[in-house]
């Protein structure tokens, strides 16, 4: 369908390609990936007709159309939502036209002039066309892809200038999809998606007819979508079968050949170079050694590329012990004017937990931040923050709170607790700030430099609490995955809102749900979450369906609303089951604590050599006795909306 000859391109004195060839199939899933600068965006634009490179040649088939998503995209006001996403219909809009000329053409013409046949006959062919290209069905298509990227009904009809920078990329995305390139080209297109909408796109995208080349640093999603794996990098282009995990296998082995083959190649050259240095001087050996050194002249080095090494690690200082209870809500309240974003919210977060919070784009993500971290007030109910918790705070919008005249190394070095003071430089260099780029100034950084830079600031503050929104957009996969260590081995508390699901997977063990107006505790991972959503959803239940009562109504057949029942009925087993579970700890729990305690009052206890590990062994178990209560309380408000689902769907049966 489309092939890369021999492209080469320098920019002065670097040189971006050097002979790169590549060809793409008609269905290739193609992630392309390498490190920032290495000119991924570059490519894209070469293959676009947009930048003509030194040499080479880009060859497509004249039926080849190309669609491109850049990461910055603006949606000019004037036109509602879905005019501007079905604009990618424009053929069916000019017949449409055409239909709509010759009609009121034909209205002038008499029932006997020669040129009415003639006009009925053109509008004949063109509703004709119309009906091949099932213009019948553009209204559902724009309406089913916009639905599925996050928009609601109601946004249909608005001004794409009412909504943000992030919408309005999805708008341009809508518009791109239906269009049906035979080739995609997207960089970057889960930045501004939530959860929901990526998970659409990936399964959209798979299902797609044309050709996709990606550039994501998601590796879950290129995981899912790629089937090859492009690898730019040192001005060349290697090409792998298999997904981004695949790549990385793949790499890494070759990457291990390459070393060996460079040490054995060191050995050889440096047992010529001494032959070399031993015989300079020896006539009887002139001409072996002017041999050896015409062969070390021809000898090609073997080269090991500087992006393939792994970044230093990055470790956070020790956190400071706070209160077991770091925030505590009761009915919390919070709206903007009439609209309530957050109505009575009622949960606890205790020391050391590790939270992801998910859901819509304008459910309240947020929000629900920037209240706990205290840049927001709330309107009604608590919020208790436990004692010596200190919260840092991380949202993109910080960036420009950064002073434009001073350097990075200076705007990172002001933030940097002493404990990190002397290693600020290492952690800008894992943020690809590296050489000279830290004594830039930040008005010259681009927006996505800004924000990687007030991520490392929030990073060196001495905290106990990390509160991060969207921290991973900006950031390469070693960058990912040197930070998601970091915080593995941290004992802080954290509360992230991301989509990313491979950095959050290993990482978080409760996920917080939030929907306009509520929220919803999961004890587990992302990947849990996900599959339970999909439990309810596959029922007719929980957010994203019609609820229990409407599937029940759907179902007209006896047997298969009895099978129905019968998979509710299976979802209520295992989480009765865990909640018994928990109870049984708990009453386990209580019995050992009032045990201990109840032996503490003896003035024995504390004369005893193994008082000290018992009083380590008792502030356990009060530590384990809270979290199983919080966990306990979950699963009955689970139990109970299950069960009142199943109760809903008998009445209605």
Same mark, same amino acid.
């Given at each position: 369908?489309?092939?890369?000859?021999?492209?080469?391109?320098?920019?002065?004195?670097?040189?971006?390609?050097?002979?790169?060839?590549?060809?793409?199939?008609?269905?290739?899933?193609?992630?392309?990936?390498?490190?920032?600068?290495?000119?991924?965006?570059?490519?894209?634009?070469?293959?676009?007709?947009?930048?003509?490179?030194?040499?080479?040649?880009?060859?497509?088939?004249?039926?080849?159309?190309?669609?491109?998503?850049?990461?910055?995209?603006?949606?000019?006001?004037?036109?509602?939502?879905?005019?501007?996403?079905?604009?990618?219909?424009?053929?069916?809009?000019?017949?449409?036209?055409?239909?709509?000329?010759?009609?009121?053409?034909?209205?002038? *013409?008499?029932? +006997?002039? @020669?040129?009415?046949?003639?006009? =009925?006959?053109?509008?004949?062919? %063109? /509703?004709?066309? #119309? !009906?091949?290209?099932?213009?019948?069905?553009?209204?559902?298509?724009?309406?089913?892809?916009?639905?599925?990227?996050?928009?609601?009904?109601?946004?249909?009809?608005?001004?794409?200038?009412?909504?943000?920078?992030?919408?309005?990329?999805?708008?341009?995305?809508?518009?791109?999809?239906?269009?049906?390139?035979?080739? *995609?080209?997207? +960089?970057? @297109?889960?930045?501004?998606?939530? =959860?929901?909408?990526?998970?659409? %796109? /990936?399964?959209? #995208? !798979?299902?797609?007819?044309?050709?996709?080349?990606?550039?994501?640093?998601?590796?879950?999603?290129?995981?899912?979508?790629?089937?090859?794996?492009?690898?730019?990098?040192?001005?060349?282009?290697?090409?792998?079968?298999?997904?981004?995990?695949?790549?990385?296998?793949?790499?890494?082995?070759?990457?291990?050949?390459? *070393?060996?083959?460079?040490?054995?190649?060191?050995?050889?050259?440096?047992?010529?170079?001494?032959?070399? /240095?031993?015989?300079?001087?020896?006539?009887?050996?002139?001409?072996?050694?002017?041999?050896?050194?015409?062969?070390?002249?021809?000898?090609?080095?073997?080269?090991?590329?500087?992006?393939?090494?792994?970044?230093?690690?990055?470790?956070?200082?020790?956190?400071?012990?706070?209160?077991?209870?770091?925030?505590?809500?009761?009915?919390?309240?919070?709206?903007?004017?009439?609209?309530?974003?957050?109505?009575?919210?009622?949960?606890?977060?205790?020391?050391?937990?590790?939270?992801?919070?998910?859901?819509?784009?304008?459910?309240?993500?947020?929000?629900?931040?920037?209240?706990?971290?205290?840049?927001?007030?709330?309107?009604?109910?608590?919020?208790?923050?436990?004692?010596?918790?200190?919260?840092?705070?991380?949202?993109?919008?910080?960036?420009?709170?950064?002073?434009?005249?001073?350097?990075?190394?200076?705007?990172?070095?002001?933030?940097?607790?002493?404990?990190?003071?002397?290693?600020?430089?290492?952690?800008?260099?894992?943020?690809?700030?590296?050489?000279?780029?830290?004594?830039?100034?930040?008005?010259?950084?681009?927006?996505?430099?800004?924000?990687?830079?007030?991520?490392?600031?929030?990073?060196?503050?001495?905290?106990?609490?990390?509160?991060?929104?969207?921290?991973?957009?900006?950031?390469?996969?070693?960058?990912?995955?040197?930070?998601?260590?970091?915080?593995?081995?941290?004992?802080?508390?954290?509360?992230?809102?991301?989509?990313?699901?491979?950095?959050?997977?290993?990482?978080?063990?409760?996920?917080?749900?939030?929907?306009?107006?509520?929220?919803?505790?999961?004890?587990?991972?992302?990947?849990?979450?996900?599959?339970?959503?999909?439990?309810?959803?596959?029922?007719?239940?929980?957010?994203?369906?019609?609820?229990?009562?409407?599937?029940?109504?759907?179902?007209?057949?006896?047997?298969?609303?009895?099978?129905?029942?019968?998979?509710?009925?299976?979802?209520?087993?295992?989480?009765?089951?865990?909640?018994?579970?928990?109870?049984?700890?708990?009453?386990?729990?209580?019995?050992?604590?009032?045990?201990?305690?109840?032996?503490?009052?003896?003035?024995?206890?504390?004369?005893?050599?193994?008082?000290?590990?018992?009083?380590?062994?008792?502030?356990?178990?009060?530590?384990?006795?809270?979290?199983?209560?919080?966990?306990?309380?979950?699963?009955?408000?689970?139990?109970?909306?299950?069960?009142?689902?199943?109760?809903?769907?008998?009445?209605?049966?």
């Amino acid at each position: 369908m489309l092939a890369l000859e021999g492209i080469s391109l320098r920019f002065g004195e670097k040189a971006l390609f050097e002979e790169i060839s590549a060809r793409i199939g008609a269905r290739d899933r193609i992630g392309l990936v390498g490190a920032n600068g290495a000119g991924k965006t570059t490519l894209f634009r070469i293959v676009m007709g947009e930048i003509e490179p030194d040499a080479g040649v880009v060859d497509r088939a004249g039926y080849v159309t190309i669609g491109y998503l850049p990461q910055e995209t603006l949606t000019l006001p004037g036109r509602s939502v879905f005019d501007e996403a079905a604009a990618a219909f424009e053929d069916i809009h000019v017949l449409r036209r055409r239909v709509e000329q010759a009609e009121a053409r034909l209205h002038e *013409l008499g029932h +006997d002039s @020669p040129a009415y046949d003639d006009t =009925l006959q053109i509008i004949g062919e %063109l /509703e004709h066309r #119309l !009906q091949d290209m099932e213009a019948d069905k553009m209204k559902a298509r724009v309406e089913k892809v916009l639905l599925g990227l996050g928009f609601s009904m109601a946004d249909m009809g608005r001004d794409c200038g009412e909504f943000s920078g992030g919408w309005q990329m999805r708008i341009a995305l809508a518009r791109l999809l239906l269009r049906e390139p035979s080739l *995609l080209l997207l +960089d970057e @297109p889960t930045n501004h998606l939530d =959860l929901d909408s990526l998970r659409w %796109l /990936e399964k959209y #995208l !798979q299902n797609y007819e044309g050709a996709i080349i990606l550039i994501s640093h998601d590796r879950a999603f290129l995981d899912g979508l790629c089937t090859r794996t492009f690898h730019l990098t040192r001005s060349r282009l290697d090409t792998y079968r298999g997904n981004y995990s695949s790549f990385e296998e793949q790499a890494a082995a070759r990457y291990e050949q390459l *070393l060996q083959a460079q040490k054995s190649q060191d050995r050889k050259l440096a047992q010529t170079e001494r032959f070399i /240095e031993r015989f300079r001087f020896k006539a009887s050996k002139a001409r072996q050694v002017q041999s050896r050194i015409k062969a070390l002249d021809k000898v090609e080095r073997i080269e090991i590329d500087n992006d393939e090494k792994h970044l230093g690690n990055f470790r956070f200082p020790p956190p400071e012990r706070c209160a077991h209870e770091v925030f505590r809500l009761k009915q919390l309240t919070k709206s903007y004017g009439e609209q309530i974003v957050l109505r009575e919210l009622s949960f606890d977060i205790t020391r050391g937990e590790r939270i992801a919070i998910v859901g819509v784009n304008g459910a309240g993500k947020s929000t629900l931040t920037r209240v706990l971290a205290g840049v927001e007030p709330f309107d009604g109910g608590e919020l208790k923050i436990g004692d010596r918790v200190n919260v840092a705070y991380f949202a993109q919008h910080q960036a420009a709170q950064m002073d434009p005249e001073k350097s990075v190394l200076q705007l990172a070095s002001e933030e940097a607790s002493e404990a990190m003071r002397s290693r600020v430089r290492d952690i800008l260099g894992s943020f690809l700030f590296s050489g000279g780029d830290v004594l830039k100034p930040a008005k010259v950084l681009s927006g996505g430099e800004k924000n990687r830079l007030a991520l490392v600031r929030i990073l060196l503050r001495p905290t106990n609490c990390l509160i991060l929104d969207e921290p991973t957009n900006h950031l390469d996969m070693d960058s990912k995955a040197m930070l998601r260590d970091a915080l593995q081995l941290w004992e802080g508390t954290i509360i992230i809102v991301s989509h990313d699901r491979d950095f959050l997977d290993p990482l978080v063990s409760r996920v917080i749900e939030v929907q306009p107006g509520r929220v919803r505790n999961f004890p587990g991972n992302v990947s849990y979450y996900i599959g339970k959503v999909d439990e309810e959803r596959a029922l007719g239940i929980g957010p994203g369906s019609n609820g229990a009562a409407a599937a029940a109504k759907s179902v007209q057949n006896p047997k298969e609303r009895r099978r129905l029942r019968a998979e509710k009925q299976k979802l209520i087993i295992p989480v009765k089951k865990e909640a018994e579970t928990l109870e049984n700890a708990i009453a386990s729990d209580e019995a050992f604590i009032a045990q201990e305690e109840k032996a503490m009052l003896e003035p024995v206890f504390f004369k005893s050599t193994a008082a000290p590990e018992r009083i380590r062994a008792l502030e356990k178990r009060r530590v384990k006795l809270e979290a199983d209560m919080i966990l306990w309380e979950q699963k009955l408000n689970e139990l109970e909306q299950l069960q009142n689902e199943l109760a809903t769907m008998d009445v209605e049966a």
